[in-house]
């Protein structure tokens, strides 16, 4: 059983977790500049085993898509052409970032702490993927 890879897809930045090989929990990883995505996905997906890749999908309260899909649908589908091999889902990402920002307050970080993008965007991929790995579209797959 490979791993699973959670991107939070960003027009600078992308954020990224991977769970364990048990798929037990997820773990932030790193983040890096958007244009290195493939480049780092390619790299890591051939040193360790990476069964699919879930992707952050923006979406307003209203549960519209929202403005960002307009540079994360391509840059997605540069990533799928790039490792066809490894399935890329789209999973429901509404307040993350929030939530990122409310666990760093609970975890005591420091204001300046707080204010790193990067950490916030690892911790959005982290909550995405803890909420795929709980959800009924992980567990009940049709």
């Known amino acids: 059983m490979g791993r699973l890879m959670a991107i939070d897809y960003g027009r600078r930045r992308c ?12 773990n932030g990883l790193t983040t890096v500049a958007t244009s290195q995505l493939i480049d ?7 040193r360790e085993s990476v069964d699919e890749i879930i992707v952050g999908l923006p979406r307003d309260v ?22 066809p091999d490894i399935p890329v889902k789209f ?4 307040f993350t970032s929030v939530i990122a ?8 970080m420091k204001k300046m702490q707080r204010r790193d993008k990067a950490t916030v965007d690892r911790m959005a991929a982290t909550i995405i993927l803890n909420d795929y790995l709980q ?5 009940n797959p049709l």
């Open 62 to 83: 209203h549960g519209e898509f929202s403005e960002s899909m307009n540079y994360i649908r391509p840059g997605i589908g540069r990533l799928s052409k790039a490792i």
């Open 101 to 108: 920002h409310r666990s760093m307050l609970e975890m005591g």
């Open 15 to 26: 954020g990224i977790a991977v769970t364990d090989p048990m798929r037990i929990v997820a």
């Open 135 to 139: 959800s009924n579209q992980y567990n």
């Open 91 to 94: 999973y429901d990402e509404r």
């Open 40 to 46: 780092f996905v390619k790299t890591y997906t051939a």
